[in-house]
């Protein structure tokens, strides 16, 4: 149990606090997950926008300066508490585990799929603006892999399919 990320805990306590079924909570965590995801692209699509496309790359690198990195997490959770409408403690709450989460997998898909690199070789806003449309893309699909769907990929369907003779 030690091992578990604390954020599976705190989804767990809301959820006995609110009397939701397993099956709802996927639906709420997607919904917090694509609200905070949004929240993220808006505020890095804004700072390209205006002309801070080095600062989008550091920080998606994990190499911003620690005070350029709190004014972003700062104005991301500011749009995050507005998107997901909630008050109080409960809204600072699902704030404090989701964005640090999303964040997280939004750099390591950045680190992973070479999107940095491709940040770097074409620095126009235009470009920049379309790689973090693909980024927010992959992001998603590593957040939500199956979308609800159930589908898994069996490790004899990792080749692709096979004929049967």
Not at 16 to 39: D, N
Not at 91 to 100: E, Y
Not at 101 to 119: C, H, P, S, Y
């Amino acid at each position: 149990m030690k091992d578990r990320p604390i954020w599976i805990t705190l989804l767990g306590n809301m959820t006995k606090a609110t009397g939701l079924a397993a099956w709802q909570t996927g639906r709420l965590f997607r919904k917090a997950a694509a609200a905070a995801l949004e929240s993220v692209q808006e505020v890095l699509r804004a700072e390209v926008k205006k002309g801070n496309g080095r600062l989008v790359q550091d920080f998606l690198a994990n190499k911003a300066l620690p005070a350029a990195r709190a004014l972003l997490l700062e104005r991301m959770a500011a749009r995050l508490l507005v998107r997901i409408g909630l008050r109080g403690a409960l809204a600072s709450s699902v704030v404090g585990w989701i964005l640090p989460f999303v964040v997280e997998q939004l750099v390591k898909v950045a680190q992973r799929t070479g999107i940095l690199d491709k940040l770097r070789a074409h620095p126009t806003v235009a470009d920049t603006l379309t790689r973090l449309d693909e980024l927010k893309r992959a992001a998603w699909k590593t957040l939500v892999p199956d979308a609800g769907s159930g589908a898994e990929v069996l490790p004899d369907d990792a080749e692709g399919p096979r004929l049967l003779s």
